[in-house]
């Protein structure tokens, strides 16, 4: 239910629709400027939309206009969000800081802290990145040994991470530490450190699909100012938790990639130019096109239960746990999606280099590849199965 009259919602649309004529490149259409900006430098038109979305606040629409936001009401968001994709503008402004750390940061950190950092990942100056994961301690986090020593005026952070997902490109970390070793889950910080700070040393990892999102992060000596620590000392696991239920909240699509479950061709129209149609126009593989129909169905019935949580959500304080099941639900979508396409280009679909291969059939070999990964970041398919049992449907362990 929209939270605000129909008449103004109609003056809202007119507004919108008119700003994006006037502001949204149409060289950019269909085009993921966030991403971009992920891994370089964003230059001509996307630099310019970018530019335009952050100053109107509208790269981050429901966040307070005092720290950078559009201040917009849900309901509005969603008509801005019905608007771009009207004309297929995408917004330009993305990353850790919209998804996960911008969210956490309204929520926990002080006022200065807020004034200090929210508006530049408003405008989408700053990347962020996440210190979490380390080499033993995955999926058991708490186990962390990242340790953040008391020097008086700052903390002298030594340990390593793994995993940090853009951290060669990234400006700022926000990171788990621990500051007790008397205790395990009582014992985290939660603490943001500047990239370029001496002691901090990354190392790409080269995945299958070709690619290096994710890096080795060595932490020597680092030091952290005492401002930069979130929230209270040894209080970083309850920020840490928060946080993740943001991160599972994008991954799943709750954060605006819900999108990229339908992108690209559609499965069927993918279908009959590879496999070819029957004589009544349909996909000519009976087996392959009820496994798509399914698989449409699914995906479709998933994107409606994202969208009725996404409203109960915004009406109960943000994310909750439900966002456990939506991100194993959303991760299994998208890799039979994947799956699903590789078998219809057949050996199209296999190709890694080279003639006799189109862009698209190369991108979505790595895609799949890619893809792989989404059960296990993020949290794995068994952690958030932990999660469901315990905090949604009230299982206790049995000794």
């Not at 629709?17 to 950019?28: E, K, V």
């Not at 890096?215 to 930069?228: A, I, R, S, Y």
């Not at 349909?282 to 479709?300: F, G, V």
């Amino acid at each position: 239910m929209a939270d605000f009259g129909s008449t103004d919602a109609e003056a809202f649309r007119a507004e919108a629709r008119d700003w994006l004529t006037a502001n949204f490149p149409t060289s950019l259409v269909g085009v993921e400027v966030a991403m971009i900006n992920a891994t370089g430098p964003v230059e001509g038109d996307a630099l310019l939309w970018k530019q335009r979305v952050g100053e109107k606040g509208w790269g981050t629409p429901t966040w307070p206009k005092e720290y950078g936001g559009g201040g917009l009401t849900p309901a509005q968001a969603r008509i801005l969000q019905q608007e771009m994709n009207r004309i297929g503008a995408r917004n330009p402004i993305g990353g850790m800081g919209i998804m996960m750390f911008g969210p956490t940061l309204l929520e926990y950190g002080s006022e200065e802290q807020k004034q200090r950092h929210i508006p530049p990942i408003c405008r989408g100056e700053i990347r962020w990145c996440q210190g979490y994961s380390e080499p033993g301690a995955g999926s058991d986090l708490a186990a962390l040994q990242t340790r953040a020593d008391d020097m008086g005026d700052h903390f002298l952070v030594n340990g390593q991470k793994v995993w940090t997902s853009g951290a060669q490109y990234a400006d700022w970390c926000f990171c788990l530490v621990r500051t007790d070793f008397t205790t395990k889950h009582e014992g985290i910080s939660f603490v943001l450190f500047d990239m370029k700070t001496p002691g901090v040393e990354v190392r790409p990892i080269k995945l299958i699909s070709g690619v290096s999102p994710f890096c080795e992060t060595f932490l020597t000596d680092v030091k952290v100012p005492k401002e930069n620590l979130v929230g209270p000392l040894n209080g970083g696991w309850t920020i840490g938790k928060r946080l993740l239920q943001h991160e599972r909240n994008s991954l799943s699509g709750g954060g605006g990639s819900a999108g990229r479950f339908a992108a690209g061709t559609p499965l069927d129209k993918l279908a009959k130019t590879y496999v070819g149609v029957d004589e009544s126009g349909r996909i000519a593989d009976p087996d392959l096109r009820s496994r798509i129909i399914r698989h449409q169905m699914e995906a479709k019935a998933f994107m409606l239960t994202l969208m009725r949580a996404q409203a109960e959500a915004k009406g109960g304080g943000g994310p909750s746990n439900a966002t456990s099941i939506m991100k194993n639900v959303g991760s299994k979508v998208g890799q039979e999606r994947a799956e699903l396409a590789v078998e219809i280009m057949g050996a199209q679909g296999l190709g890694w280099e080279g003639e006799g291969f189109t862009d698209k059939e190369l991108e979505q070999t790595r895609n799949w590849l890619g893809g792989k990964a989404t059960t296990i970041y993020g949290g794995s398919a068994e952690i958030q199965n932990n999660i469901i049992a315990k905090r949604i449907l009230g299982l206790l362990d049995h000794q």
